[in-house]
């Protein structure tokens, strides 16, 4: 693996937001911390925009994708919304991620928590070529469901 420098800076007001971080040596996603102002509640259904305090300057070609955390899925029905959220190259606004409560109880964000991951990730670019006809595949028109009954 190979590091990319990223930019990034604390907006004001954010000294005490740790930058986004790999919690282990193999973590493929940096963790995303809260910097909301005080405790936020997301009740059962209800969703909300967290900001992170953070703005990032991504080199051309990356992406980075806003992800859910495992554990907050699993034990508390938290989720990223527009899971997986995109920041392209050229956005310099604050990172905010929009949380949501499937689980069955009130759950409080806290300044500081980590809400979310981050994945910096290659972007590819492609070039349409239209055609009268798509090639023949195994599969062909089949829909959702196609490939079997799942489970």
């Known amino acids: 693996m190979s590091d990319i420098a990223v930019a990034v800076t604390r907006l ?13 040596a193999q973590s493929a996603g940096l963790d995303l911390e809260a910097a909301v102002a005080g405790t ?8 909300a925009t967290i ?8 080199p051309p070609g990356y992406e ?8 907050l899925a699993a034990k508390c029905g938290i989720t990223v919304l527009n ?3 995109t920041v392209d190259a050229d956005y310099r606004g604050e990172i ?16 500081g928590m980590r809400i979310a991951q981050m994945v910096v990730a ?19 028109t089949g829909g959702f469901g196609s490939t079997g009954t799942g489970g």
């Open 83 to 85: 899971a997986p959220g």
């Open 51 to 58: 900001p992170t305090g953070l703005a990032i300057a991504l």
């Open 12 to 24: 004001a007001g954010n000294d005490d937001i740790g930058l986004p971080r790999y919690e282990t």
């Open 96 to 111: 905010k991620v929009v949380l949501a409560n499937f689980g069955a109880a009130p759950f409080a964000v806290e300044r």
């Open 122 to 140: 290659p972007v590819t670019r492609i070039a349409w070529r239209e055609v009268a006809a798509l090639p023949d595949s195994a599969r062909g």
């Open 64 to 71: 980075a994708q806003i992800r859910p955390r495992s554990g």
């Open 40 to 47: 936020v509640v997301l009740a059962p259904g209800g969703r």
